[in-house]
């Protein structure tokens, strides 16, 4: 008989994410993903102008600070036949660019690397040994026998008075952490310098988009005006200082991050067999050079790959109904017309009805709906996105970067293209076209750059702005790649006001329940078969979920926008592990 184990929450970042598996024989046998925070911020904005709306949904997350504002203004572009200026595609690309830099670095090292990483064994690591391992991976400057000596008397301090502070709650001593103590001195140190760091690369959006979190959009363009000579703008001043962050940024992530990814990679192979899950993946495309309505000219190709097959890559097509369905037959919500049949999120209802079982209590039923997230389907098949799905799809389109890069990475670590389809994988893939994008946003300001130098200093195109202009009814699709992976706003605009909303984002995809068809999503699907060595202390199904980055913020969110208290979630300590 199968034991049935809790992980609640097993986020370290936005949102409740639970996880109920039933072991049997030292394996997980079946898996149930579910999050328990509430979805709704669509109905928010029905009603609203829709050039406001980004401002609004952009507050769906605060982590991935900028990419919501993004879809919503291409949506709200797509409806209105609204094409921006180039200066405004490539500072977009730039801010998005700047977000994947931050944002996967941050998961790797805060969110992610302590699955890996043993902090309190790098009390044991001989500090001249760090440093020579260091020295032989990479030419970052912070690599002397005096700099690791004084990060491990800085962790023994946080060890010797009992409270680990940032490395509290860690899994440390679990059989299953591998890295000898001189490669977790080296990750650990790695871990503080990241700390600094990501509050530099930040201030490209406080430039451009005026702060950060949440910088500022514009439907039509960039609300950041260029005007190199005087204060009132973007200055000569302000460029550079973009320009230097970026390539700070890009010299951190090769000789900082890919070193140590690879080094804490070589470690872990086995791990390049658990994790592999249904093999279905989705890349909607980011990142146009050329206009976002010529999709050849993003670096980011999109499509679908079906059962691992890289040979064959399918199109994608947001417009569809027979391609893009939600369901709810497994969540909290209901549909007016029944939850048997999925609908095209133009279509899209969130409207609420929890039946779910109150705090506290042991399991969920899993008979009935078990989760506030949604259950998008392709093609009425599950997808797994993210990093590795865009990798795989550019992969497979026969990107030459991209290939470039997936090929040296495998033959660093000595393994097949099949490690690809696993927890490891879907890991070395982030780091992977962390350096991919920190290349092609150099390459985004190069352009810019040269844009202001020839004269071209446009930045938003106020054509069809005014309502008075736009038709009776309108409807329109954004989307781009998140750095969590594939996300699409929907939105249908009537008499100049937003008739329906709806989000569809990468947490999603990979978090929600069950289908209809009994399916099994992203995560569910990828822990089955996963070996557990102490289900007291069940670490590897936290290294496949956080694998994926999980953000449960963006896929369930509730606000009411009167600012009223709305319902209150529990996390219920007997259940935490």
């Not at 328990?36 to 605060?62: H, L, S, Y």
């Not at 369905?325 to 919500?333: A, D, G, T």
């Not at 930045?459 to 699709?477: F, H, I, L, R, T």
């Not at 569910?524 to 007291?536: D, H, Q, V």
């Amino acid at each position: 008989m199968a034991n049935r184990i809790v992980v609640d929450p097993i986020t370290r970042i936005e949102g409740h994410l639970r996880i109920e598996a039933e072991i049997k024989d030292g394996k997980i046998v079946d898996a149930f993903s579910s999050s328990t925070m509430v979805r709704g911020i669509e109905n928010i904005v029905k009603g609203r102008d829709p050039r406001d709306v980004w401002a609004f949904v952009q507050r769906t997350c605060g982590v991935c600070t900028t990419v919501h504002a993004l879809a919503s203004v291409r949506t709200v572009e797509d409806a209105l036949g609204i094409v921006i200026p180039p200066n405004a595609e490539m500072v977009r690309n730039i801010m998005e660019g700047a977000l994947y830099m931050h944002d996967h670095s941050v998961h790797f090292y805060h969110l992610h690397a302590l699955d890996w990483v043993d902090v309190v064994n790098a009390l044991k690591a001989d500090p001249k040994k760090t440093s020579e391992i260091a020295q032989s991976i990479s030419k970052w400057p912070k690599s002397s026998t005096g700099y690791f000596t004084d990060v491990q008397n800085r962790v023994k301090k946080f060890v010797n008075t009992g409270q680990l502070g940032i490395f509290a709650n860690g899994y440390w001593g679990h059989p299953q952490m591998k890295l000898p103590a001189e490669v977790n001195l080296l990750a650990v140190a790695h871990y503080l310098e990241a700390l600094e760091w990501q509050k530099e690369i930040v201030k490209v959006h406080t430039i451009f988009g005026g702060k950060n979190p949440h910088p500022n959009y514009l439907v039509g363009g960039m609300a950041c005006a260029i005007n190199t000579q005087t204060a009132g703008g973007l200055t000569a001043e302000r460029l550079a200082y973009v320009g230097q962050l970026l390539q700070d940024g890009k010299e951190f992530i090769e000789q900082v991050y890919i070193p140590d990814l690879l080094a804490i990679a070589s470690f872990y192979k086995d791990w390049a067999g658990i994790g592999k899950g249904f093999g279905n993946y989705m890349s909607y495309g980011d990142f146009p050079t050329n206009g976002y309505a010529d999709m050849a000219g993003f670096k980011f190709p999109q499509g679908v790959i079906l059962d691992r097959d890289l040979s064959k890559v399918h199109d994608v097509d947001h417009r569809s109904s027979e391609q893009i369905e939600e369901f709810v037959n497994n969540s909290w919500y209901n549909y007016s017309d029944g939850d048997d049949k999925g609908k095209h999120p133009w279509d899209g209802e969130t409207n609420i009805k929890y039946s779910g079982p109150k705090p506290p209590y042991d399991f969920l039923n899993v008979e009935e709906k078990y989760s506030f997230v949604k259950t998008p389907r392709w093609k009425g098949m599950p997808m797994e996105v993210g990093p590795l799905a865009r990798l795989l799809v550019g992969y497979g389109r026969g990107n030459k970067e991209i290939q470039e890069a997936v090929n040296a990475a495998l033959a660093h670590l000595n393994v097949p293209v099949d490690a690809l389809f696993s927890t490891l994988g879907r890991t070395a893939a982030r780091g992977i076209e962390t350096q991919l994008v920190a290349n092609w946003t150099m390459e985004f300001y190069d352009t810019l750059m040269n844009n202001i130098k020839n004269g071209d200093e446009r930045m938003a195109n106020m054509d069809n702005w005014e309502p008075s202009s736009w038709p009776k009814e309108a409807k329109g699709v954004g989307f781009c790649e998140a750095p969590r992976g594939a996300l699409a706003h929907w939105i249908k605009i009537k008499d100049g006001k937003t008739e329906n909303y709806q989000q569809v984002v990468p947490t999603t995809w990979n978090a929600s329940p069950r289908d209809a068809k009994g399916q099994r999503s992203a995560y569910e699907s990828t822990l089955i078969g996963t070996p557990i060595a102490n289900p007291e202390l069940p670490l590897e199904i936290i290294r496949t979920i956080h694998s994926f980055d999980p953000c449960l913020a963006c896929a369930v969110h509730l606000y009411d926008e009167h600012g009223k208290h709305i319902s209150q979630v529990q996390n219920i300590e007997s259940c935490e592990s």
